[in-house]
């Protein structure tokens, strides 16, 4: 029985690692400018992340101190925080597939669509209702304005290709507008305002730039995706590994019943 405890103890210790890569991620996506802007996606990994490392840490003690109660609870808990994290994987590559992008000739950037996004991100991220509020937590941010720091001449601004999508949607006008570069959130003269709706909504008053333009709101949400997919491929390591830690750990909890009640038949108690 010894054994099979040491072995749940050191699984357990394991998981509890297995919790630091998951609320680091958490946190990484609620650090990121975008993401500070939407109460919506912010802490639920973070949330997961600590209740792992609490579960885990009960189920450390209980291994160590021969606790079958605390073991038990650990199981069956660790079974539930399993499946939401699961939940929540496959939730994000759901909701995160579609992408709104496409490429425009002559520059090193993507441009967004809205329409290309999934509709529950649209309905429950840049709706009307919530859309205010982001605008102007996307206004306080230094998104737009370290552009002018970043690039001087035209060329230089269209052959990037680290433009973030929500620097592409917001800080400047749709390319198809045919504004005139003069800083990347300076353009002037359009040719073809009816390109696009967004183009009679771009304002050259940097409080304003293109803040209520629908390519912000895409721009947003490919941001988002972004950010997402790349926490995915960290999140879905993790719980690989602590699927793995909690079958073997069902196991050698198993055998450590199995173990006792021998010993205790031995003994004559049964």
Request: hydrophobic residues 45%.
């Amino acid at each position: 029985m010894a054994l099979a405890n040491n072995l749940t103890a050191i699984l357990n210790l394991l998981a509890l690692l297995c919790s630091i890569p998951i609320t680091a991620s958490g946190i990484w996506l609620a650090s990121k400018p975008d993401n500070e802007c939407v109460n919506l996606l912010r802490w639920p990994v973070v949330v997961l992340g600590i209740l792992i490392l609490v579960v885990s840490a009960t189920g450390f003690i209980g291994a160590y101190q021969y606790k079958e109660t605390l073991l038990a609870v650990y199981l069956c808990c660790m079974a539930i925080l399993i499946g939401l994290l699961l939940v929540v994987l496959i939730f994000a590559f759901v909701v995160t597939r579609p992408d709104g992008s496409y490429s425009v000739p002559g520059r090193g950037y993507k441009e967004y669509k809205l329409e290309g996004f999934s509709n529950w991100l649209r309905e429950n991220v840049v709706d009307s209702k919530n859309w205010g509020k982001i605008r102007a937590c996307l206004g306080d941010t230094n998104v737009c304005p370290k552009l002018t720091q970043q690039f001087i001449t035209a060329d230089q601004f269209f052959s990037s290709s680290g433009i973030t999508p929500l620097q592409s949607g917001c800080c400047k006008p749709p390319t198809a507008c045919g504004y005139n570069f003069v800083n990347p959130t300076l353009w002037l003269n359009p040719t073809n305002m009816a390109a696009d709706a967004d183009c009679y909504l771009w304002s050259n008053d940097q409080s304003q730039l293109c803040y209520n333009c629908n390519s912000c709101k895409a721009g947003l949400l490919g941001n988002l995706r972004k950010d997402w997919r790349k926490a995915n491929l960290i999140l879905i390591i993790t719980v690989v590994v602590l699927i793995w830690v909690y079958v073997i750990a069902c196991s050698a909890f198993r055998n450590a019943q199995t173990e006792d009640l021998f010993r205790k038949y031995k003994q004559g108690w049964v």
